[in-house]
């Protein structure tokens, strides 16, 4: 441990990189060279509990490293869903929610209300509230209560502790008993993923020299015409997330290595991909964002939490819950909210848009080049537009940056709504003739 703790210290004095965060990519790499070993020897163990302790305690080893004491706060989250389920099993389900979702956020007030992002042991006390608020779920629904030896093994599986990506007990279960997959994926699709991991990371690095943010707060930025800043806005946007994009690859490959990623449904090793790189660089729409960016957790959203609204027998007001619970989930700073705010405002225009005959219409008559062009410009300024209060949190550093754009993005969709709802009444879709 001292020999680690050594060159966190050494890589911190050559780069400058705050600690934590050289500590969690260290524990990252610890999880590769674990999953890397398990692949090649801790998986041919016979006993399956002994297999199961040999996880279990390389994940309290990373945990511990990486988050020293606090790892008791996963510990305690593990425990308290066992206790739960073992003295109110008929309600349990609910008194975890409550439980798993109430210690994150105790967290967030406890550590994270300062003006800048903190990685802290709730980084990966975010991940463990949804893997254990669904298993509640599942449990409830009727999956085997899980043994704690089970439990815990699932809570700090090497491959999922730190970052995501999230999965479920009966992979888990599954993967441990041997019955997930035949042979693992070839060793170069792991070695693959995590050399894209490592790409996103350091070009994310080299994206704030080209595209600083402290630049949007300059007299420099603020003369500049609303295009440009909009452009320049998107573009610092977009390349935010790349950060994530690199971590979650990295994550993912340490699954890749062990064949857990497996999925039997559509036989493939895709079944914990976070990120579809390709489709997110090249979506054209907020939908296409979403349904390639963190793919896990909205996975886990729309089962749930979607779902288990319909009762209230409206979809706006599910999305609503759905994106009320994520800002939540993600902490306590304003930001998340109008981050999620928007998300739901600009959805709500895009599929306005989308269904309406009379923009259909008008979308023909531009040729394709030309219209896919101005959708991905589109989609890139008004995600980034949402993602300033992600990552930016607070309220001065939200309407400055907005404020200087004159507030663009929430006022063309508006105009959008209304430009769409009086063409909709003018432009009525003929009737189809029946033969």
Not at 139 to 168: C, H, I, K, Q
Not at 218 to 223: D, E, L, P
Not at 264 to 285: C, I
């Amino acid at each position: 441990m001292a020999l680690l703790y050594g060159i966190v210290e050494h890589l911190h004095g050559m780069t400058g990189v705050d600690i934590p965060a050289i500590k969690l990519f260290t524990g990252l790499v610890l999880a590769q060279l674990f999953c890397l070993s398990y692949r090649f020897f801790f998986s041919k163990i016979a006993v399956y509990q002994v297999r199961q302790a040999v996880c279990l305690a390389f994940g309290l080893f990373i945990g511990y490293f990486v988050w020293d004491i606090f790892i008791l706060h996963h510990v305690l989250s593990a425990l308290g869903f066992y206790i739960i389920f073992m003295l109110f099993r008929n309600h349990g389900s609910e008194i975890n929610f409550f439980y798993q979702l109430g210690y994150v956020v105790w967290g967030y007030y406890y550590h994270n209300l300062s003006p800048d992002y903190a990685i802290n042991w709730t980084t990966s006390q975010a991940v463990l509230c949804l893997k254990l608020i669904g298993l509640g779920f599942d449990v409830r629904e009727g999956t085997a209560m899980p043994s704690l030896l089970e439990l815990l093994g699932y809570t700090f599986n090497a491959g999922t502790y730190l970052v995501g990506p999230v999965d479920d007990i009966n992979r888990y279960i599954s993967f441990m008993k041997k019955e997930l997959f035949k042979e693992p994926p070839p060793l170069k699709m792991g070695l693959v993923r995590v050399a894209s991991g490592a790409f996103y990371i350091a070009l994310s690095q080299l994206v704030t020299l080209v595209i600083p943010t402290g630049y949007m707060f300059s007299s420099h930025f603020n003369h500049l015409s609303l295009p440009f800043k909009l452009l320049y806005i998107g573009a610092w946007g977009h390349t935010s997330l790349y950060k994530y994009l690199g971590v979650w690859c990295i994550a993912e490959s340490s699954c890749m290595y062990t064949g857990y990623t497996y999925t039997k449904k559509t036989d493939s090793w895709n079944g914990l991909r976070n990120m579809a790189t390709y489709d997110f660089h090249m979506a054209t729409s907020l939908q296409g964002i979403i349904d390639t960016f963190n793919i896990n957790t909205n996975k886990w959203c729309f089962k749930y939490i979607y779902k288990k609204c319909k009762f209230l027998g409206s979809k706006n007001l599910s999305q609503v819950i759905v994106l009320l619970f994520l800002a939540l989930w993600h902490g306590l700073h304003l930001g998340y909210l109008t981050c999620f705010v928007q998300e739901f405002y600009y959805m709500f225009m895009e599929n306005m848009v989308k269904r309406s005959y009379a923009m259909k219409q008008l979308a023909s008559r531009i040729p394709l080049p030309v219209r896919n062009v101005g959708l991905w410009l589109y989609t890139k300024v008004f995600l980034s537009f949402a993602l300033v209060g992600f990552e930016l949190y607070t309220y001065d550093n939200i309407t400055t940056i907005y404020s200087s754009v004159s507030y663009f993005c929430p006022i063309a969709a508006f105009v959008m709504i209304i430009v769409t709802t009086i063409a909709n009444v003018i432009v009525k879709k003929k009737p189809e003739k029946k033969e």
